[in-house]
Every structure is written in structure tokens, then in C-alpha cells.
């Protein structure tokens, strides 16, 4: 079966940091784009940041760069988000996506709430 494992997610200060992961199964990893979206309450749900399967290409929406960085280990079929100087406007249901042509998997949403 096909798996999306998402974790870290936390309650968090603002200015602070955590590091999300989503660990893959039941797919060839290295050949699918990682994707992290995040929904708020109330908002659609949007696209954060995306890494190409050779981490050649990654992608940031503009509200992130800087702040947010995406990696990912084949080897241990996991990808990363470091997320750094969070703001209330973070908060949100990050979810992991998996593509591949019309290959499309979705994980479980690890909620990230940022308030003091």
C-alpha cells in the first residue's frame, strides 16, 4: 500500500523552528516529486514547496522563501521541511504529495500552529 507519513508538526512560539518529515512506502520514491502543502481554516489549500525526485529543482511560493527549506533522503525514502522563523500565518495542516505524472499521492496532515 501506498504511504505518506507526515510528522513533526507542533505548537510553536513565534521566530521559532520546527522540521516536518514525510516518510514514504508502496512506491518507487526516487522517482516522484515531493510536494508540502499546507491548509488553514477556512482557506484552500496551497502549495509550499516542492523538490524534483534528483533534488535537482526545488520550489518555494514566494511567502516562504528564505524561511522554508525542503530537502530529501532517497535512502531513507523521506523528504524534509525545515521551517524556520514561523509566523501565526504558518499555521496551518501541512500535508505531503507525491507526483508522478498522473501519479498523485497524499499523505495525512501534521498540524503546525504557531501563537504564544
Known amino acids: 500500500d501506498v504511504q505518506l507519513q507526515a510528522s513533526g508538526g507542533g505548537l510553536v512560539q513565534p521566530g521559532g523552528s520546527l522540521r516536518l518529515s514525510c516518510a514514504a512506502s508502496?512506491?518507487?520514491?526516487?522517482?516522484?516529486?515531493i510536494g508540502w502543502f499546507r491548509q488553514a481554516p477556512g482557506r484552500q489549500r496551497e502549495g509550499v514547496s516542492f523538490?524534483?525526485?534528483?533534488?535537482?529543482?526545488?520550489w518555494y511560493r514566494d511567502s516562504v522563501k528564505g524561511q522554508f527549506t525542503i530537502s530529501r533522503d532517497n535512502a531513507k525514502k523521506t523528504v524534509y521541511l525545515q521551517m524556520n522563523s514561523l509566523e501565526p500565518e504558518d499555521t496551518a495542516v501541512y500535508y505531503c504529495?507525491?507526483?508522478?505524472?498522473?501519479?498523485?499521492?497524499w499523505g495525512q496532515g501534521t498540524q503546525v500552529t504557531v501563537s504564544s
Open positions: 504529495n507525491a507526483r508522478r505524472g498522473f501519479r498523485n499521492y
Open positions: 508502496g512506491f518507487t520514491f526516487d522517482d516522484y516529486a
Open positions: 523538490i524534483s525526485p534528483s533534488e535537482s529543482r526545488v
